[in-house]
């Protein structure tokens, strides 16, 4: 192993592309921590320190941008409004014929549809940025602290209109900033950089998080909870990493004097197709409901409305069982929709009867996408449950650990450290092995 990593820094190209990645990933960390225009620096700590772990409303945000949403720094927003512009662009493709026609032109047409992507990551981040500055403004963005300088996050001179709009054009550059950052590690450096910079904001929040449940609990529940973790890591590694191989054979064809085709090869249908998304697509769900109760709050001497407490009884905190139902429902649906958009038996079957492809036993066309669907629905089953199971360990540890709302081990954090660590990982033994004939990896 030491000695792998040896010819890595000993490779000229790949030293190279691994110093540049590390280069990037501490501008953006450093970026994390310096305040916006107009923000009141030393209350944000102040409140930070008065309420550890975010507030159950922003808490899935602040995990992504690696703390500097509650921070309110320039990269207050992180990645996530690149995230929701590529779900968006790819969700739009099952309903505008243009988006799909393009995704099927191959380079350019993908290249058409990141443009649109950037454009609206733009859009999302000038209205996510408006929405975060207003409820700092309003004293909400700790969940209605009682704390006096949470209720003055934001200067004077930042309630008036130049005010705010410097701090949406500073957090939307900031974004933007971010999203070139990304793109630049994609072609210089090592890995998927959007992925790499998601990995990187989840990754710095691990101490802090491990750190709060040594503090809260003691000693001896932090050391059971590192050991728990290193099993669900070691079980989340074993279900990203399985698929079902449906084997598929190509017929032979001349053309001229060569003979193409008659190989075998198989189709790989992961456990997991839908990765985090569904996850994230429930949180985004639940949180509607706090977030429409939050901006209904009666007036000082009124009583609340029966929906609104209902809500706040409900559906705000993780600890309740009919969140918790309804959270692990909501990830098994989203899971079902989410790989019915991504992988169509349809079109695959349609390929594979072009290039003369068949699975034994199976006749070709749509006796073929039928079995595919078949294979398909039985095995996202398991991986929409095991999607659920791990989305709830973070709620489970908040109820009996006291673990706070950035719990690493579990939902959308574990999913994401561990599928780009392996996907990084996989990269970094190509790259050894295309110079040395000799992995990262034996």
């Not at 003979?259 to 249908?269: E, F, L, M, S």
């Amino acid at each position: 192993m030491f000695s792998a990593i040896g010819r890595i820094f000993r490779t000229p190209d790949l030293r190279r592309k691994i110093g540049f990645t590390l280069g990037i990933i501490a501008l953006f960390r450093l970026g994390s921590f310096i305040p916006s225009p107009f923000v009141d620096f030393s209350n944000v700590q102040q409140c930070l320190a008065a309420n550890q772990g975010a507030s159950g409303l922003y808490e899935l945000v602040n995990v992504f941008s690696g703390g500097a949403l509650l921070q309110l720094s320039i990269f207050a927003l992180g990645i996530m409004p690149y995230i929701t512009a590529s779900i968006i662009t790819q969700l739009l493709r099952v309903v505008i014929p243009h988006f799909e026609t393009l995704y099927k032109e191959g380079q350019a047409g993908q290249g058409k549809l990141t443009q649109y992507t950037r454009y609206l990551t733009i859009a999302l981040a000038v209205l996510q940025s408006t929405t975060l500055i207003t409820v700092a403004r309003s004293g909400a963005l700790f969940g209605g602290s009682a704390a006096p300088e949470c209720a003055q996050l934001i200067t004077d001179d930042g309630t008036t209109w130049y005010g705010m709009m410097l701090m949406v054009i500073t957090m939307t550059a900031g974004t933007g900033l971010i999203m070139w950052m990304g793109e630049l590690i994609t072609e210089r450096g090592i890995g998927n950089g959007m992925s790499l910079l998601i990995f990187t904001s989840i990754a710095a929040t691990f101490p802090a998080s491990l750190w709060a449940i040594n503090v809260a609990r003691g000693f001896d529940v932090f050391l059971l909870v590192i050991a728990v973790g290193l099993v669900i890591v070691m079980a989340v590694v074993f279900v990203e990493q399985s698929q079902r191989r449906v084997p598929v054979q190509y017929a032979k064809r001349m053309v001229g004097r060569r003979t193409y085709g008659g190989n075998n090869t198989y189709i790989p249908i992961k456990v997991n197709m839908a990765g985090v998304v569904p996850v994230i697509f429930a949180s985004s769900l639940l949180y509607l409901p706090a977030l429409i109760a939050q901006f209904n709050q009666p007036q000082p001497g009124e009583e609340p409305a029966a929906w609104v407490v209902w809500i706040q009884n409900y559906l705000v905190t993780g600890d309740q069982p009919f969140y918790m139902a309804l959270y692990f429902l909501l990830i098994v649906g989203f899971t079902y929709f989410y790989v019915a958009i991504t992988f169509n038996p349809e079109e695959v079957a349609e390929n594979m009867k072009k290039y003369g492809g068949f699975i034994p036993g199976i006749r070709a066309g749509r006796p073929t996408a039928e079995y595919l669907d078949y294979v398909l629905t039985r095995v996202t089953l398991p991986g929409a449950m095991y999607l659920g199971v791990v989305a709830l360990i973070p709620l489970v540890a908040l109820a009996l650990v006291g673990a706070n709302a950035n719990f690493p081990f579990g939902g959308a954090s574990i999913l994401i450290i561990v599928g780009v660590g392996l996907e990084t990982v996989k990269q970094i033994d190509a790259q050894l092995q295309q110079r040395h004939y000799e992995g990262l990896l034996r």
